[in-house]
């Protein structure tokens, strides 16, 4: 079987994700502003995985690997640190961590045909966790939630996390997998953020880094939600209104 490295995987992965969040924009979904960040192959990788990712003010993370490389010794032991390291003395990072840190397999089928798949990273060795396919797991990040166990009643969980308790483990990950004499941190990893207006107009803004980039974006949506909340609110009073007036 030939070999097709990670890298062009991910590149799939991208081009999927682009490929469907501008058929929802066609259709008339609104697209709010995201963040989509490779830090493969860079210092970061090790904090923030191959893909940082935020939608909908929740970020999530992707590592990549070839299938032949998933049971890798390496990634063995890293998953068991992580492991250990939740249910010990950070228990309270395991949601977070089921939601934002996933684990892509990639691999080439004997007809050809290249396939993506993802599960929680906590569920990396778990055999009885169906992953996800690349399609629904794409869907998941378009509309917030994934379904966690595969029939209609699920249960669905949302895709990502956000607030200090993203930032936490994040840092976590950090101390696990970094070297002592790293200088990499969350404070001095750079990204950037992507809008797209109305018209279909592209704009992009740089954040100094991922603190700035998650805040900036957290902010954003929860401005949007009490715009939203407060619209809902007026037409519900309208419409208060008006039955008042048919009740006279």
């Not at 923030?48 to 990712?53: E, N, P, R, S, V």
């Not at 990072?93 to 906590?122: C, D, G, M, R, T």
């Amino acid at each position: 079987m030939h070999k097709i490295y990670e890298n062009i995987f991910v590149g799939m992965f991208l081009y999927s994700l682009g490929i469907a969040a501008g058929i929802r924009f066609k259709e008339g979904h609104k697209l709010p502003p995201m963040s989509i960040n490779l830090y493969q192959q860079t210092p970061a990788d090790r904090l923030i995985g191959d893909l940082f990712a935020s939608f909908g003010g929740r970020s999530f993370i992707i590592e990549f690997k070839r299938e032949d490389r998933a049971s890798d010794p390496k990634e063995r032991a890293k998953y068991e640190l992580l492991k250990t390291t939740l249910y010990s003395d950070f228990e309270h990072l395991k949601n977070v961590s089921l939601y934002s840190h996933f684990f892509a397999s990639a691999s080439i089928s004997e007809q050809n045909e290249p396939n993506i798949w993802l599960k929680p990273y906590i569920f990396l060795i778990h055999k009885k966790f169906e992953s996800f396919s690349l399609k629904s797991f794409i869907d998941g990040v378009l509309d917030g939630e994934l379904n966690y166990g595969g029939t209609e009643e699920g249960p669905f969980f949302p895709v990502g996390c956000s607030g200090d308790s993203l930032r936490e483990y994040l840092s976590l990950l950090g101390k696990l997998y970094l070297p002592a004499d790293s200088n990499v941190s969350l404070s001095n990893c750079g990204g950037l953020i992507i809008n797209i207006s109305k018209e279909g107009a592209l704009s992009y803004l740089s954040a100094s880094n991922i603190i700035n980039l998650t805040r900036s974006l957290e902010l954003y949506y929860a401005r949007e939600h009490e715009i939203i909340s407060r619209e809902k609110s007026i037409e519900r009073e309208i419409s208060r209104d008006r039955f008042r007036e048919m009740s006279r």
